[in-house]
C-alpha cells in the first residue's frame, strides 16, 4: 500500500530517508503509469530522464516537481 | 475581448505539408496507441515542445496543466514554469481574461478527454490589442491505471508581447 497524505492541497510522500520517499513516490507513479510525464519533468528539470542518475537533492526536487501530475492522477483515480 | 476556436479535421492535419512535426507527433501517437502498451517515451525528447493537461477545469483557468515545456508558447509568454506560476499569469493578464480564453480552448479539450480522440484546431484569441493565434493538436494519453491525460502541441501564428 502507498504511503501518501494530503494537506492543504499537497501531497506529501511518507517515509523517513529520501531513499523511502522515493520508493514510495516510483510506488506511485508506477501504479498510475506515470513515467512517461516524469521523464518529460526529468528532462525538463534535469536534462536526462534516467531515474537511476538522479542525487538525492534531484529525487527531493522530482517528487515536489511531480506535484500537480500526481495530485491529478489521484483525483482522477478516485473519481473512476 | 474575444477567443474563437476553429476546428479541422484530423485527416487535414495528415495531408499537410505545413505542419510537419504536428503530423509527426501524430503518427508516433497513432502508432503508440495501436500496440495499446500506454508507454509513450519516444516523446521524452520531444517534451519540451510539450504541455501536459489534466482533466479540463473551464472555470479554473490553468488549473489543469501539469506540465509545460521550455519551448511552448506558454513558457515563452509567461516563463519556463507556467504549471507553478498561475498566479502571476492572472496579475497580468486579469482574470477575466483568462476566464473567457479558457472556457473557449477548454471545449475541445473536453472533448478529447471524454472521447480519447485527437484534436487539431485553430485558436485566435484578442488581449488587449494583440493577437495571440494557433493552431493546436491535442493527443490524449490514457495510463495504465485509468486517468487521462492530454499532450499538447501549439504551432504560434501570432504571438503578443506582454
Redesign the interface.
Known sequence: MTQYVEYGGAIFVVGETVDQRFDEFQTIVDEYGLTTFVSFIMFKHFAHSSIDELNDDQKESLIEECQPLIREALIQGRTM | MSTTCTAFKIADLEQSYLNEKARFFYNMWRRQSKNNT????E???F??D?I?L??PKSKDPMA????S??KTIGAQLFGQNL?KTSAQVYAKLGQGTLKNYSETVSIAQNDSFENCEPVFDYISSEFGDQILAYERLLLP?K???????LVGYSMPVSVPSF
Not at chain 2, 500506454?38 to 517515451?41: A, E, G, L
Not at chain 2, 489543469?64 to 506540465?67: E, H, I, S, T
Open positions: 500506454c508507454d509513450f517515451q516523446f521524452v525528447p517534451s519540451p510539450l501536459v489534466g482533466k489543469n496543466l501539469v506540465f515545456g521550455e504549471e494519453f495510463t495504465k491505471a485509468g486517468p487521462v491525460f
